[in-house]
């Protein structure tokens, strides 16, 4: 073995049993050949599963859930190298020369794999700016990374893709985020992979492959590549209704197999380049979803050109971090042009033969601009249109296919063909359709799941345009299980995060008794918990609440929001509190400040101005409580005083801010993300008190650790160990599991709420429901809430598929809860975050 230290001389391979395939045997053996000191370990499926067993236990109900043999095969090598370090490579891959000089002095050793990679369709679809490989991977014994990828493990087991859930896609992001200190070296992909896989040889074509650096090469005999495991099958034998017409006179009709195309292309026929147009402004969500279906086009001769006349660069930026070459941002300042002039700007950017309308706040299937563009060259059109669209309300849970037009917006035409678009501010795309078809050969297209007409409440046109289509839509998916089945079908094709398409909300009486397993066995035990936990016996209000008729309105809301030392946090929460598509003259803010010292309270009073123009109602307020921390924050013994602080000054806020609002949605200033249509989902779960999922990013697991449902055996264990300044401050996950278990329910009764993105009900709040500032029932804060509510006869709810982003951060931050690092998993205590 190597130093204490090092990287042991230890080769690790796996396989389902002992007889590795006849084809691989040859480049298993130059692993040895070329490290004869080295010692060699074959793992089989069940040798794997006996060393999880016995070594890592806690991860065997994951390990042993994974639905793909991959997972465990990929997950099984990140346990190897943190109990044993040494080597691991798979089994495809073939030693060219020693390593031993290449691991020499280091502790932990990962490789890039080929730019091309990075440009494959899946991996766009990712947003992967690099690939780093799983197949070759060097660590000394215990490094701490290994650790940081176990957690991560446990957070993205429930991705239906292999790639996201362990695999490389996995892996790159737990590089991304590894906690400082803990970075691998990784090697250029030159060195040990320098060979692109066969799925990237197909599309980009071969390149030479200088192997006098490399190591290593591997052969992707069993290449994730050839296969986009995240979407359905690319369609072979696909087949769409089309008709033309030459001049608005009726031309060809019928059934166009759209392969043939694709096999033109693929035997070398020339491949024209599209200029997606985007014009946006000030509007950063939506272009940045925009600008993910973009890159998740499976036609990759194609660029897109965004003409942004914004009042600030923060889409600017973000472009710029893709460094995606084919994305072109051109800056222009605020001068009220109108949005012909602004297309025609970008017209005359596109350096594309065909040019193709990309709207900023619509969705595009991944194959649009291949399908479309297939069409009008197997027809030899000049343009295409689609005939009908999709058309999506969030807000009214309503999905449809609209009647047959030529739909403007998704035209995809020759560039020496388009007019000059009017200099309208609206409806200037219409005339310049028009003007299309009166003059050239188009195509229209019956494939309306390529173009999704978004409805957000912030269109060019408004709300009674929309009411309009939906009246002549051929199809309708109303509010309901047809609904959800629809839409949780488009988000698998759709390029978007979770946040972006969530799980549908299903009325009550269509969710199945088992969504709410987690609560139902929580409630079960509620009779022999202990103190700290127990429901008490109801005893309900004479008059509850009517929430159904308000999950499908827009009813005065209010936004809470205590702040401390936030002035980093404040350009991020006010962009995303002007994103909500829930209607100016419905939303009011509220926001009380305390015990600042970075300038908060001045940064919140240069922004009144603006907010008490946009929204219904403001109310600003200065209420210091004199929180100093002895400590850092998620310390058990500093957490009475913080939380007390905390619910002091949410108690007071409410008191001060709520009017006549019906709801009143807390949401914490540090939330970096969340959906525009946060609050309209909040609302179709119909509950009196509802929590959104807070996680370190979409996808991931979850930061706001106070919404919690007790596990059925909560009755059993010993809450009195935990019980610290008299509230209870139990270690992660003891007696209690947390919303990134439950990501498969749409929504569960829960025992414990966070405040970070919190719906409640305003005559809650009105008939004495607040935040106790000493324990109760042994807890405080937003978890004492929890425990009032039920002692009040009412129920707390929690969508763990609704997801707000809290990135895990150091420093002091805002007196809502946020901005502490995240402490070890055994002193992450309840209560604390």
Request: proline residues 8%; contains cysteine; negative net charge.
């Amino acid at each position: 073995m190597a130093e204490k230290h090092g990287i042991p001389l230890l080769i690790h391979q796996t396989w389902k049993n002992t007889e590795v395939p006849h084809g691989w045997r040859e480049w298993s053996a130059s692993w040895r050949r070329h490290h004869p000191d080295w010692e060699y370990r074959l793992w089989t499926d069940a040798d794997n599963r006996a060393f999880i067993e016995e070594h890592y236990a806690w991860f065997l109900p994951v390990y042993d859930g994974y639905p793909e043999p991959i997972e465990r095969a990929d997950a099984i090598r990140y346990f190897l190298l943190d109990h044993f370090g040494g080597l691991y490579v798979d089994l495809d891959f073939e030693c060219l020369r020693p390593v031993t000089g290449l691991l020499a002095g280091k502790q932990l050793v990962l490789g890039l794999e080929p730019e091309e990679h990075t440009r494959l369709p899946w991996s766009r679809r990712n947003g992967m700016r690099r690939i780093v490989g799983n197949a070759f991977m060097a660590s000394r014994p215990g490094h701490p990374f290994w650790s940081h990828v176990h957690r991560r493990l446990a957070g993205a087991h429930t991705s239906p893709d292999p790639l996201a859930a362990t695999g490389p896609f996995f892996l790159t992001r737990a590089v991304d985020s590894a906690p400082e200190g803990c970075s691998p070296t990784l090697l250029a992909a030159d060195t040990v992979y320098p060979e692109p896989s066969p799925a990237a040889v197909e599309l980009f074509g071969p390149r030479p492959v200088d192997l006098d650096r490399a190591h290593a090469v591997h052969h992707w005999s069993g290449s994730w590549e050839r296969v986009d495991p995240s979407l359905p099958e690319a369609p072979t034998g696909r087949q769409v209704r089309f008709w033309t017409s030459q001049d608005l006179q009726p031309g060809a009709h019928g059934v166009i197999d759209l392969d043939a195309q694709r096999r033109r292309w693929a035997a070398g026929s020339a491949a024209p380049t599209v200029s997606c147009l985007m014009v946006t402004k000030d509007r950063l969500p939506l272009a940045e979803r925009a600008v993910r279906c973009f890159l998740a086009q499976t036609y990759t001769r194609a660029e897109l050109v965004v003409v942004d006349d914004g009042t600030d660069g923060a889409l600017e930026e973000h472009v710029r971090a893709l460094g995606d070459e084919r994305i072109r941002l051109h800056r222009l300042p605020p001068e009220g042009r109108t949005l012909g002039e602004l297309r025609n700007i970008a017209v005359d950017l596109a350096t594309g033969s065909y040019v193709c309308q990309w709207d900023d706040d619509d969705l595009y299937d991944p194959e649009r601009l291949e399908v479309q563009l297939a069409a009008v060259l197997a027809l030899d059109a000049t343009a295409c249109f689609l005939a009908r669209e999709r058309l999506w309300w969030p807000a009214r849970r309503t999905l449809g296919i609209s009647g047959v037009r030529v739909w403007e917006g998704s035209m995809l035409c020759a560039k020496d063909a388009l007019p000059r678009y009017p200099e309208l501010r609206r409806g200037e795309d219409s005339p310049v359709a028009e003007a299309v078809v009166r003059a050239g050969r188009t195509v229209s297209l019956d494939a309306p799941e390529l173009y999704t007409y978004v409805f957000h409440g912030a269109n060019t046109f408004d709300e009674p345009h929309f009411t309009s289509l939906f009246d002549a839509a051929t199809h309708l998916w109303p509010t309901g299980r047809a609904y959800a089945d629809q839409l949780r079908a488009m988000a698998a094709r759709l390029p978007l995060d979770p946040a972006d398409v969530p799980e549908a909300s299903v009325p009550e009486a269509d969710v199945p008794e088992a969504e709410d397993t987690a609560g139902k066995a929580a409630e079960a035990t509620a009779e022999q918990a202990p103190d700290p936990s127990a429901r008490v016996p109801h005893t309900r209000r004479p008059a509850p609440v009517d929430v159904r008729a308000d999950a499908d309105e827009h009813p005065p809301l209010l936004v809470l929001t205590p702040v401390k030392d936030a002035t980093a946090f404040l350009p991020r929460y006010l962009e995303n509190l002007r994103a909500l598509d829930h209607p100016r003259d419905a939303l009011s803010v509220g926001l009380l400040e305390g015990d600042s010292r970075d300038g908060t309270w001045q940064a919140l009073q240069d922004a009144l101005p603006a907010l008490e123009a946009e929204f219904r109602r403001v109310t600003l307020v200065r209420r210091h409580f004199g929180l100093r921390l002895a400590g850092p924050r998620w310390e058990r013994g500093v957490q009475r005083q913080r939380r007390a602080a905390l619910a002091m000054a949410r108690n007071h806020l409410l008191s001060r801010a709520l009017a006549d609002e019906r709801w009143v949605l807390w949401l914490d200033v540090d939330v970096t993300d969340h959906p525009a249509d946060l609050v309209q989902r909040l609302l179709g779960a119909r509950e009196e008190i509802v929590a959104a999922h807070c996680v370190t990013e979409p996808g991931g697991p979850s930061f706001d650790l106070n919404t919690f449902v007790l596990r059925p055996d909560a009755g059993a264990l010993d809450w009195d160990r935990w019980l610290r300044d008299g509230i209870l401050q139990p270690p992660r996950g003891f007696g209690r599991r947390y919303l990134d278990e439950l990501r498969g329910h749409e929504r569960v009764r829960v025992d414990g709420v966070g405040g970070t993105a919190l719906l409640v009900h305003a005559d809650l709040h009105r008939d004495g429901l607040v935040f106790p500032a000493v324990p109760y029932r042994r807890l405080i804060e937003t978890e004492g809430l929890a425990a009032l509510a039920q002692d009040m006869g009412v129920a707390c709810w929690a969508l763990p598929g609704v997801e707000v982003v809290h990135p895990a951060h150091p420093g002091g931050g805002p007196l809502s809860q946020a901005g502490e690092a995240t402490p070890p998993a055994e002193a992450h205590v309840g209560g604390s975050r």
